[in-house]
Each structure stands twice: as C-alpha cells, then as structure tokens.
C-alpha cells in the first residue's frame, strides 16, 4: 500500500468514529466518505427517512479498502 492511502488523526475528537475498527489500523483518510451519494457504495448503510445512515459503516476507515474506493470512483466516470 502506498503511503498517501492511509492517514490517522488521533487527536481528534471524535476519533474513532466508527466502533468495529481496531483502531491501529483506523484510516481517517476518507473522513467524509467519497461513495455517500452513491446507492452502490461499497458500504453498509440504513435509510432514515430520505436520509443515508452511514454511523454503522466502517468501509472507508478500514486501511486495506483505500484501493477499492478509488476504483469504485474511476469506475463511474
């Protein structure tokens, strides 16, 4: 994996975010999912309402999906 695919910013407050990542390999490289307008996003996610709940989704924060998410980008362009 190349050095730029993961970032962790333990100081921050809401660090981790996620429960279910061991958080030495907690990636907060995609703190704001890339994949959140998509249906298809990779993740898991619940609907409230008209809303997308992503607060049970660890996908983007797990250090080995760094390579998934940027191909699920290209794919869609």
Excluded: W
Aim: hydrophobic letters at 30%; a positive charge.
């Amino acid at each position: 994996m190349s050095n730029y695919a993961f970032f962790q910013h333990k100081s921050c407050e809401f660090f981790p975010c996620h429960d279910g990542v061991d958080i030495e390999v907690f990636n907060c490289l995609f703190c704001y999912c890339p994949l959140y307008a998509y249906a298809d996003c990779l993740g898991k996610y619940q609907m409230a309402g008209k809303v997308k709940d992503c607060s049970g989704c660890t996908f983007p924060h797990e250090k080995n999906n760094y390579e998934k998410i940027i191909k699920n980008i290209k794919s869609r362009y």
